[in-house]
């Protein structure tokens, strides 16, 4: 197809990382993930045909293919939207798929799925902004093996009527880059039984609950799993939440009967899941009345994306 004079966009979701199921090297896979598309702080992308190529990101193994396939047209790289960096979403994975995602299409690549991952340069302990840019919902992804990318092993949709009620300290922002890479070479193989309780927690209570559309049991063990899970941080994280403000909040719900919570990836970002909009809508008026000493607390609510990314041309 020729895209002469027209314009490539690429839109995808966000994601929130429920945490690992493991870390350490057990059974010769390491690590393990679970998380949720949502349909907000979506990334979006254009590509378009130019007299220079222009793109805020560099990819060699990209130049590499175009140079072996032939492919000497130009071509520019728009950000139209992106979530906030560091903060729980997983911009970087969404930004860079879309981008690849984009150029495959415009150029006429014939890139396999595997093929683009493998571009990305994403996926080094995390499957989870992989899984839901392709397929969106809950997914669970099968671990990381040597120096392949995780591959998604389960992949559900989620309820949509449930909501999540999300919250954020633009004061802070999550661990990334070297700081991350350090935490995780570090960290200690002493992990054995925290991997082998979220693992059951995982397939006997989170898994069923979301097939089932059982609620109460669903928040129950996202309760359990994320007090589990954050015990792997620790040494970088003294508590389950990056944030005390948010901490306090959380706290306060959860005691007003709100079990599914949690932080997504390093934080800050939190959510609290509700049963309805409408629930999310209530609960966030007596935070706001509660807490509005806190002004570097923003809440949003949103729901569940369960497709992944999609494209048009314009």
């Known amino acids: 197809m020729n895209f002469s004079g027209k314009k490539v966009i690429v839109d995808s979701p966000a994601r929130l990382h429920l945490g690992f199921y493991g870390i350490n090297k057990d059974l010769d896979y390491s690590f393990g993930s679970i998380g949720l598309a949502i349909n907000a702080f979506r990334t979006i992308v254009s590509a378009k045909y130019a007299r220079k190529s222009q793109s805020s990101l560099t990819n060699v193994k990209l130049n590499q293919i175009l140079k072996k396939k032939n492919i000497n047209k130009s071509y520019v790289l728009e950000i139209i939207s992106s979530p906030p960096k560091h903060i729980g979403l997983g911009s970087g994975t969404q930004l860079s798929l879309c981008f690849i995602h984009a150029i495959n299409i415009l150029l006429n690549l014939n890139l396999s799925k595997d093929e683009c991952i493998r571009l990305s340069s994403r996926g080094k302990r995390s499957g989870i902004g992989i ?103 620790k040494s970088n994280q003294r508590d389950t939440y990056l944030s005390n403000d948010i901490a306090k909040i959380i706290k306060f719900v959860t005691n007003s009967g709100f079990k599914g919570v949690g932080q997504s990836s390093w934080g800050p970002l939190s959510y609290i899941f509700t049963e309805s909009k409408a629930e999310a809508e209530d609960v966030i008026k007596v935070m706001e009345s509660k807490f509005k000493v806190y002004n570097n607390l923003n809440y949003q609510i949103v729901g569940v994306s369960n497709t992944g990314c999609k494209h048009k041309i314009i």
């Open 131 to 233: 899984g839901t840019f392709y397929s969106g919902g809950f997914v669970v992804d099968g671990c990381k093996k040597d120096h392949l990318y995780p591959k998604t092993l389960f992949n559900l949709k989620f309820p949509k009527q449930w909501h999540i009620i999300l919250i954020n300290d633009t004061s802070r922002r999550g661990s990334f880059g070297r700081k991350e890479s350090e935490f995780f070479n570090n960290i200690k193989n002493t992990t054995e039984t925290i991997n082998k309780e979220l693992s059951f927690i995982l397939m006997r209570g989170l898994f069923p609950s979301i097939l089932y559309e059982d609620f109460d049991n669903f928040c129950d063990n996202l309760n359990h799993y994320q007090k589990m899970t954050s015990r792997f941080y």
